[in-house]
């Protein structure tokens, strides 16, 4: 039975290899292992520490790593160990393998690279002076050049190119070309170049096929570079012994590089007849065989999350929020702004033109007839296709008004011509010279000056005709859609400069050919929003109009339209918006020829099918028949799917489309992000077009709810992300940053290295270097900056001890008697003072205000703030966490909390003190009541009172748990605590007295415990205000950055709309394909053994609830009807929950 299932399954059953039982009893404490290529069994190299040690201890247990190669008899399970290694430095903790041809593995440790063969030879290349200080392990004699080479491994990658040369890359980024000297399989000498180039901060290095280099990062971009193998000739001047085996392309404009500085390898003689020869006798050509390395491309990244705030920033002259994060590491630290809407500014109004019904501008030229034929006037390559006019057109006065205008000399804009009439469509004809013009009742040429040429009445006879409702204008065809669904094609005659109708008839949908109207792809499942779309195969057939009128139905198709969207090669997509809200678009991807033929009546098919790629629900739209009046029409809101091209910095373009009407969009798609929805940021948008008429590629215009204006994005802002974001570089860390509201200006803490010297209690040094290649240890210090968000200059600073980091910052409002409302904010700074490991570490309290100066004539701004320092009130323990309650600091000391109040601005005075556990991580309070977060005792609950002062435990967790962050939740009149612990995971806990189980209130209740799968240090908490709501106090909504760069928020779900999405939660859970066959359920379980059932109720996951979205019609009303809901209830609940703040 078992040998019949492992043929019916691709794969061996897996099995535990339990390394001390089943290979050997010594292998303990693995620090990491590789496979080893080249064999015929699985041969696996384990590297471990047994037993293990420190550097206290170096004088007892020196050299404890070991390295076991052994084979694994995948049938027997035998573990046979064939080389065993011992000896190795303590602070080994990687192992590379090296080719199949060379055989054995590289160990990396901090202070050296090792060589270990299957034989067990070892081959070291130290790479500072502490390797013969922490181990007695043999080393070659160092050259004058090593010496002095002074690296630290810790956190570096390794990675073999080819058989004799590896790249090593420090955690700076920097890459060091390495040689591996060997005659056959015996390696000799293993020798380091110097620096050749300098990438991004390496998390995993790997070598992929095609002689690729990927090099990921978790603190940035990740950067692929590339191998090449090149023979140079090397001339007769030139030492063998100085030829480069490595050197860089000038093409890798993203790296720094070093071109002077390579390594050396060997070389080999080519007989090259005829060249270099006398008398016909070739002489002897030295050629080297040469690794180039390039950069090829990257993926952005911004990093971890330290700390975030929200501020209020302007675009335009509309004030928005955005959210600043620190974000990076060493040299790529900085900050990333992030912003709900795709960021715009206004750059001038158009009130003069109107356009509250539809806007096109485009570009248009006069025509040169010679004997009576048209031909196209060269262009003015100064122009560059630049837009020439704009037509616009509002549904008042009634039936409607069509504006032409153009812009002056003088850069404003003017109306050349007036005409009655809505305007439908208008787009440039004939080639650029002519002005294609669609009305509600007619088609119409004009010349580039609005003049009339030609005009066709859509008349059925002498009958009048429905009116047109909908057009596509490509030259030379023109399509038509009437209010009763018939359709009307019309063609551009470029010799006459006039257009022809051309008969048709009534067709569903479909694709047809132009001009012969040939079918070559149908299909019925686009009112589905099927996951994709394929040709039915099925023949012309007509779509005649139905006695009585067909009603308008919820899944019917209201906008559709294929554009290109992309960045550097845009693809076609098919974009679909019904009736009842739903959205959708489709990638247009080849497709595999059909089994079986076409049918007779097919001439043709088109090879290709559509993929959905992304689904939305916007507002849900009811079926009820739209009231026809002239009043209605003009408050009508039309939803239109409008393409456009721009160019919003030179050299980079983009394809995308602009969905107008209420929650308006734009849909764009960049080569490493996909396709994008972002909000506009407009509360509704009537009309839209790209616009080049001011001779700028990046405009658009609109008509808004402030009417008609010109704008453009805001520069610098990549759209890879979910969020628009814009990137802040500054080649250091930032470990916290605050937002002060009274002057509109950032305070960030920044952390650099700098060298740590240990003294003793007298103040004398304890140990210095005594060689070149040994440095003094490095330790974090900070310094405080003012930096203003406008411009991101930093106006003032202040720099601590070279020992004395920034734990701790807020903008907290404290008493003062400078101000009549007797309170003012501050800056409060908590730091920890580190003096080596035989003396307590300390802290202290810092009070900084911001005060205005004059600024500097040389600058631009036209206010100037700088730091002052009122207070410094040092600490026995270190200040790791900061708040403001009732305008007293709250600040922890260790394992004490402290409340102080600031007397006559000059210094802190205590008024209460609690005991608490052992290493306080969070502070917050709302007013009188305090939450508390320690890294051992989990969170506590604390009130503070004023008569006596003194702080009161109203409740706290009894469970050890390590809090990073704990916050106040409010919303419906209840409060929770919200915390994060280590691992990730989100409990939300409640105090409630009434409860039994909380004993009389001293114990906080654990309601729900919910899988983050990584921990958050930062957070801010806000008001959620959604759609309709109208509360006087709004609910809470907690905004929160994790340490793997995410960016996630924590709503109130009300009871009703929480039942009805957990069932949709467990039938998506059942129901859904999940990525690589994994359970989104277990994937957010918590491990409790405290508890009989898992805490998961309380808690809906976000992500998983998006997949129904996504999903056809016809799935989700299946599932909605299993939970005795409705579909457009449970869209009504997530589109109540969207929005990202």
């Not at 040369?165 to 955690?171: C, D, H, Q, R, S």
């Not at 787009?427 to 066709?456: C, K």
């Not at 140990?767 to 900070?782: F, K, M, Y």
């Amino acid at each position: 039975m078992e040998d019949q299932k492992a043929r019916d399954v691709p794969y061996s059953p897996s099995f535990i290899l339990d390394l001390t039982v089943d290979v050997d009893e010594r292998i303990r404490h693995v620090i990491d292992f590789v496979f080893l290529p080249g064999f015929n069994n699985p041969t696996i190299a384990v590297l471990f520490q047994q037993p293990q040690t420190w550097t206290g201890r170096l004088r007892e247990y020196k050299d404890t790593v070991s390295m076991f190669i052994f084979t694994l008899d995948l049938i027997t399970h035998n573990c046979p160990v064939i080389t065993a290694v011992d000896g190795l430095p303590y602070d080994c903790f990687s192992i590379v393998p090296c080719s199949a041809e060379l055989g054995g593995v590289i160990v990396v440790s901090t202070n050296s690279l090792i060589y270990v063969g299957q034989t067990s030879q070892r081959v070291v290349l130290p790479v500072n002076g502490w390797l013969p200080r922490v181990s007695d392990i043999a080393a070659p004699s160092a050259s004058d050049e090593e010496s002095r080479r002074d690296l630290q491994l810790e956190g570096s990658e390794v990675v073999l190119v080819d058989d004799r040369t590896m790249f090593l890359v420090i955690k700076e980024g920097t890459v060091y070309p390495i040689e591996i000297s060997a005659h056959g399989r015996t390696v000799s000498k293993l020798s380091m170049g110097t620096p050749m180039a300098r990438t991004t901060i390496p998390s995993i290095v790997r070598r992929i096929p095609e002689d690729h280099i990927f090099v990921g990062s978790a603190v940035g971009p990740s950067v692929l570079l590339k191998t090449a193998r090149v023979e140079e000739e090397i001339h007769e001047d030139v030492d063998m012994a100085a030829a480069p085996a490595v050197v860089v392309d000038s093409s890798a404009d993203q790296m720094d590089l070093d071109d002077d500085d390579d390594l050396y390898g060997d070389s080999k003689l080519d007989e090259e007849p005829g060249q270099g020869a006398a008398n016909g006798v070739s002489a002897p050509v030295k050629t080297r065989t040469v690794v180039h390395l390039s950069f090829c491309d990257f993926l952005p990244a911004h990093g971890p999350i330290s700390d975030i705030t929200f501020s209020l920033t302007r675009n335009g002259d509309r004030p928005v929020a955005e959210l600043v994060a620190a974000t990076g590491s060493g040299m790529l630290g900085g900050f990333t702004l992030f912003q709900r809407d795709l960021p715009s500014r206004v750059k001038r109004n158009l009130r003069t033109i109107g356009g509250g019904r539809g806007m096109w501008s485009f570009p248009v030229r006069q025509a040169v007839r010679v004997n009576g034929s048209t031909y196209e006037r060269p262009s003015n390559p100064h122009h560059g296709g630049n837009d020439t006019v704009i037509l616009c057109t509002d549904a008042n006065p009634s039936p409607g008004a069509s504006r032409i205008a153009s812009r002056l000399p003088n850069r404003d804009i003017t109306v050349t011509l007036r005409f009655p009439g809505a305007t439908v469509g208008a787009a440039p004809f004939f080639q650029g010279t002519a002005i294609l013009h669609v009305m509600s009742n007619a088609i119409r040429v004009l010349e580039p000056d609005g003049m009339e040429r030609q005009i066709i009445k859509d008349l059925d006879g002498n009958a009048p005709r429905p009116r047109i409702r909908h057009c596509s204008i490509c030259d030379p065809f023109i399509m038509i859609i009437r209010e009763d669904e018939s359709l009307g094609l019309f063609i551009g005659e470029s010799e006459r400069g006039k257009i022809r109708r051309k008969d048709m008839s009534p067709m569903g949908e479909k694709i047809w050919t132009l001009p012969k109207l040939t079918l070559i792809f149908s299909t019925s499942l686009i009112p589905s929003l099927e996951n994709v779309l394929i040709d039915s195969g099925d023949a012309p057939a007509l779509s005649l109009p139905s006695d009585p009128p067909r009603k308008t139905q919820e899944l019917d198709i209201e906008q559709i339209l294929i554009a290109p969207l992309g960045e550097s090669s845009p693809k076609p997509y098919l974009l679909v918006f019904l009736r009842s809200g739903l959205f959708a678009i489709y990638e247009a991807l080849p497709a595999s020829a059909p089994s079986t033929p076409p049918p007779a009546t097919r001439a043709s098919t088109l090879a290709v099918k559509f993929v959905k790629v992304v689904s939305r629900a916007f507002d849900i739209q009811q079926s009820e028949d739209i009231e026809k009046s002239v009043l209605a029409e003009q408050k009508r809101i039309s939803r239109q799917l409008i393409p456009f091209v721009t160019s919003p910095t030179p050299g980079r373009s983009f394809s995308g489309a602009f969905f107008t009407g209420d929650r308006p969009c734009w849909i764009l798609a960049t080569d490493k992000g996909g396709v994008k929805i972002l909000p506009s940021g407009h509360s509704v948008v009537h009309a839209f077009s790209g616009c080049s008429l001011w001779e700028t590629k990046g405009d658009f215009i609109l008509y808004s709810e402030e009417g008609p204006s010109l704008i453009e994005w805001i520069p610098e802002i990549e759209f890879d992300g979910h969020l628009p974001t814009k990137s802040v570089p500054r080649p250091r860390t930032y470990s916290n940053i605050t937002y002060d509201a009274s002057t509109s200006l950032i305070v960030a803490a920044s952390s650099i290295q700098a060298r740590f010297a240990s003294y003793d209690e007298e103040g004398n040094i304890i140990w210095q270097p005594d060689a070149p290649n040994v440095s003094l240890p490095h330790c974090d210090t900070s310094t405080l900056e003012l930096i203003s968000p406008d411009t991101w200059v930093t106006m003032d600073g202040h720099e601590f001890a070279k020992n004395e980091f920034v734990t701790s910052l807020e903008c907290v409002t404290l008493e003062t008697v400078s101000t009549e409302s007797g309170v003012k904010d501050f800056l409060a700074v908590g730091t920890t003072i580190n003096r080596g490991e035989d003396l307590a570490v300390r802290g202290a309290v810092y009070i900084f205000e911001i005060v205005e100066v004059v600024p500097d004539p040389a600058t631009a701004l036209k206010r100037w703030h700088r730091l002052k320092l009122l207070c410094r009130d040092d600490a026995k323990g270190p200040v790791t966490a900061l708040c403001c309650m009732n305008n007293y600091l709250v600040s922890s000391m260790g394992q004490k909390i402290f409340v102080r109040a600031f007397d006559l601005d000059e210094r802190l005075v205590g008024v209460a003190f609690l005991d608490v556990g052992v290493y306080v991580t969070s502070l917050r309070a709302v007013k009188n009541l305090l939450v508390i977060g320690d890294a051992i005792k989990g969170v506590w609950f604390v009130a503070f009172q004023e008569e006596p002062y003194k702080l009161i435990v109203l409740a706290k967790d009894y469970l050890p748990v390590c809090v990073t962050r704990a916050d106040l939740f409010f919303a419906d009149g209840r409060m929770s605590i919200v915390s994060c612990d280590e691992e990730g995971i989100i409990r939300l806990n409640e105090y409630d007295p009434n409860d039994p189980e909380s004993r009389n209130g001293q114990r906080l209740l654990c309601r729900s415990e919910f899988h983050g799968q990584s921990e958050y240090h930062a957070s801010c908490l806000i008001a959620r205000r959604g759609r309709g709501m109208d509360m006087e106090i709004p609910q809470a909504k907690l905004i929160y950055g994790t340490v793997d760069g995410s960016v996630a928020s924590l709503t109130y779900v009300d009871e009703d709309t929480y039942k009805r999405l957990q069932l949709l939660q467990g039938q998506l859970t059942r129901n859904v394909q999940h990525v690589a066959g994994l359970n989104p359920k277990a994937f957010r379980v918590v491990q409790n053994d405290r508890v009989a059932r898992p805490l998961a109720r309380g808690v809906l996951d976000g992500n998983l609830l998006a997949a129904f979205e996504e999903l056809p019609i016809p799935r989700q009303i299946e599932m909605t009807r299993q939970i005795a809901t409705e579909r457009t209830t449970v869209l009504k609940d997530w589109l109540n929950l969207g929005g990202a703040w």
